[in-house]
């Protein structure tokens, strides 16, 4: 769907078989969502993200769908420290859904070949995913095939219990939203990565119906790495005004009592924040209240 509007949404979800996609070069599928007028269009998108049913009441007809969305947004990292932008990721629970990918100045593949001046990938890259997408679609979208199932084999599913084991530690510390990413992460999205790697890399993907523990592996060593992505990006949508990191400081001070106290004592008792990950923001509270008397 190519649209700079929800309106009728309902409508065009129910004739595309009940799926939908947003996806954008930068942010402003965030900047439709959050002007769009139809309550119901906010409402079936945020339905549609949890798999949930959805009914459209019509005047002249009803709909009863099960929509699925699939969401791919390319924003600046300008947009995640937008109050507005993620208020609205939050409010609909859409943070902790997004897989994220920050990335950096070099242009770098992890296999060490460059990204053309264009910023493309290599043809035969390309190409190549291109072909493994096409294996996996159905022949037909008006005649949508018979669904199969993935089972674990007995040893990639205990990998994953593992992964989960080591997701519960990875929490501590972390902020709730945070956590609450990590936790679908463990419980979720690698199981889905994992069936993904199975899908392109398996002779016939709708016979051969076993994810190997080679391929869960696979999926665990990705999630580690987004798992480093995810803190990158929360630290930008956490990020508090000079005048929230102030008053944090402040509640800290009074809450302890304390009449005498260090940089350093304070920054070790605000360190799990994602805010005060360095003494900068903290030295930059610290000067704002002595201002302030």
């Known amino acids: 769907l190519v649209t700079d509007t929800l309106a009728g949404l309902e409508e ?10 947003l996806a954008s070069a930068d942010d402003n599928c965030l900047d439709i969502l959050s002007s769009a007028s139809s ?3 906010k409402d079936l998108v945020a339905r549609a993200w949890d798999a949930e ?15 699925r969305l699939t969401m791919a947004l390319s924003p ?26 920050m990335p950096d100045e070099t242009q770098t593949f992890a296999n060490g070949s460059k990204v053309s001046k264009e910023g493309k990938m290599e043809k035969e890259v390309a190409n ?60 979720d999205f690698v199981g889905r990565i994992a069936a993904l790697f199975h899908l392109v890399s398996c ?26 992505h995810a803190k990158a990006a929360f630290g930008l949508m956490l990020q508090d ?21 260090s940089a350093r004592e304070c920054f070790q008792s605000l360190r799990g924040q994602a805010l005060f990950r360095t003494m900068k923001p903290l030295n930059t509270a610290l000067e704002a209240l002595i201002e302030h008397g």
């Open 12 to 21: 065009t979800v129910h004739e595309q078989h009940e799926t939908l996609t």
């Open 241 to 261: 005004s000079p005048e929230e990191a102030a008053n944090k400081v402040l509640a800290l001070v009074t809450r302890n009592n304390w009449s005498v106290f």
């Open 203 to 228: 002779a016939d993907p709708r016979t051969d119906l076993i994810i190997s523990s080679e391929e869960m592996e696979q999926a665990l060593s990705l999630g580690d790495l987004l798992f480093e």
């Open 76 to 101: 600046q990292k300008s947009a995640l420290a937008d109050p507005r932008k993620v208020k609205l990721l939050q409010s609909r629970g859409l943070a902790r859904n997004f897989v994220y990918f």
């Open 39 to 41: 309550r119901s269009a």
């Open 128 to 187: 190549a995913f291109f072909e493994r997408v096409l294996r996996l679609l159905p022949a037909s979208w008006n005649e949508p095939e018979e669904s199969r199932m993935l089972t674990l084999s007995p040893d990639a599913e205990l990998k994953w219990l593992e992964y989960r084991e080591k997701a519960e530690m990875l929490c501590q510390g972390l902020d709730t939203s945070l956590q609450e990413w990590t936790t679908r992460l463990a419980s």
């Open 53 to 67: 049913p959805y009914t459209a009441k019509k005047k002249d007809r009803v709909y009863s769908m099960n929509p």
